[in-house]
């Protein structure tokens, strides 16, 4: 397999995407997110994605030239136009603009519409905490789960992630997809012509199954059974009902340049803790080392930080067919 750099990987995404009719600076923050997650080992949210995003910017199902407005809806609340554009753009804006806000405030609120696949949402909230930000952040993604108990896809895999800084290290980081795996696991599957684990999805009849294909035209297993679809619906709500979004019964697929574009949401919360009395940063880091203190416990994201401190040494792996079609794209 051949081995990129994160700089080489970047320049390849950005490469793509501009033969693809996409502006540069969009190409620029697509690229960014898409390696930082390949570099955390979150492939599906990784390389895998540029050909399927540069088949969509071609019919324009994603402008990529799109520019996301924002506008100060309240003192603490920004409302941004991702414009069917990529959302990494918006989701930059968001991440700019959003600790000023919540400092002057206390808390404040992005919600995005009209938006795209939001990538690994952990990213984001992370960028947020590096500047001292306890946040939080819900998207919702076209229909792939049922309501418990129904067959028909009404929710997304509807991501919910969450970081808060700790005092000299890494924030701690929480990102979650309501199924029992993200979808993209699947895609990542697909594309390396494997089988998929039992339990994680069920075909157009109901049935598990371990054939991707079969997968991605039925439905996905929630995470916590009917907890799972309680959660996707609050999710639902909050980042497509609450910013104007589509809802997931609304959205185009993300994985192919079929159809309108998605139009789906985000909406990202941020506290600043120093706002809420005490030290709430000191007593973070308090609970985390009472976690690794105990033998064989670990905090959320310690394999990711490893994964993205080999990558940046020793690079990114990326099969042969994957490099050809996305040299294709």
Known sequence: MPLLSLIDAGELVSRTLLRARTGADNAASVAR??????????????????PSYAAQTKVGKVDGFAKPVLTRARASLLVIDAANGFAFPALDMAVAALPE???????????????????AAGLTVERLAESGLVTLMLANTPSAMAPWGGSKAVFGTNPI???CPLKGRAPLVIDLSLSKVARGNIVTAKQRGEKIPQGWA??????PTTDPDAALRGTMVPAGEAKGTALALMVELLAAGL???????EASS???????PPGTGQLIVAFDPSAFGGDAVARFALLAQSIERQEGARLPGARRLAARKKAASEGLSISDALLVEINAA
Request: net charge positive; aromatic share 4%.
């Open 161 to 163: 992630a969450f970081a």
């Open 33 to 50: 997110a898409l390696v930082a997650a390949e570099a955390d080992g979150l492939k599906g949210h990784g390389l895998t994605r540029v």
């Open 243 to 249: 910013t104007g979004a589509n809802f997931a019964a």
């Open 254 to 260: 993300y994985l192919d340049a079929k159809g309108p």
């Open 202 to 207: 069920l075909d157009e009849a109901g049935q």
């Open 101 to 119: 806000a919540t400092r002057s405030q206390g808390v404040a609120a992005a919600a995005i519409r009209r938006s795209h696949h939001c990538g």
